[in-house]
């Protein structure tokens, strides 16, 4: 048993390299140095507000997809290892009132965006307890939208996006918090 793991195991990493390609460990930091923006650079860029935050605990992460239905939320190792657009950028949650990161883009075009509110910072999404939101601020179901309903499009320079953030509001749903 322990030679068909190890021969399965070795004939994966031949055939990636094969193929021409190193595989790229899974890492948290995957996409951070190509998303980064910097003061006083230029060319395309989202800056995105986050709007009806739960609270200011934990931290904020924003990534960035091909938008389209087969890239969008798929595996960043797979993406960048395709050549395909992802970038990611993860902050404490700023006590700003609607707080705004900004994350570079490989070009002008269509993109589709995702932001998620890890409360506890835990890097697990927990769907009972953490918050999320898509650009274009499409209305939810139980599964991941479609990428058209969240594709917008970024030009040469700097583009505002205002992301509605997602709470579980009920035992089967999801939507903004109601501020009374």
């Known amino acids: 048993m322990r030679k ?25 930091e995957l996409g951070k140095a190509e998303g980064q923006c910097r003061p006083g650079e230029p060319g395309p860029a989202f ?19 091909p938008a389209n239905d087969t890239d969008f939320l798929a595996d960043d190792n797979v993406l960048v290892m395709a050549g395909k657009t992802f970038r990611r ?30 409360r506890n910072a835990d890097r697990k999404f927990s769907l009972s307890h953490d918050g999320f939101g898509f650009s274009a601020n499409p209305q939810l179901g139980w599964s991941k939208p479609k990428a058209a309903a969240v594709a917008v499009n970024a030009g040469g320079g700097l583009t505002t996006l205002r992301i509605v953030m997602n709470y579980r509001t009920g035992l089967f749903s999801f939507g903004p918090l109601k501020r009374t």
């Open 89 to 118: 950028v993860e902050v404490a949650v700023p006590s700003d009132p609607v707080p705004r990161l900004c994350v570079r883009l490989p070009g002008p075009g269509t993109y589709a965006v995702t932001v998620l509110h890890d």
């Open 4 to 28: 068909a793991v190890l021969r399965a195991g070795l004939l994966g990493t031949v055939l990636v390299l094969l193929a021409g390609a190193a595989p790229i460990p899974s890492s948290p």
């Open 47 to 65: 800056l995105v507000d986050m709007i009806g935050l739960k609270d200011r605990r934990g931290r904020l992460k924003l990534e960035v997809y």
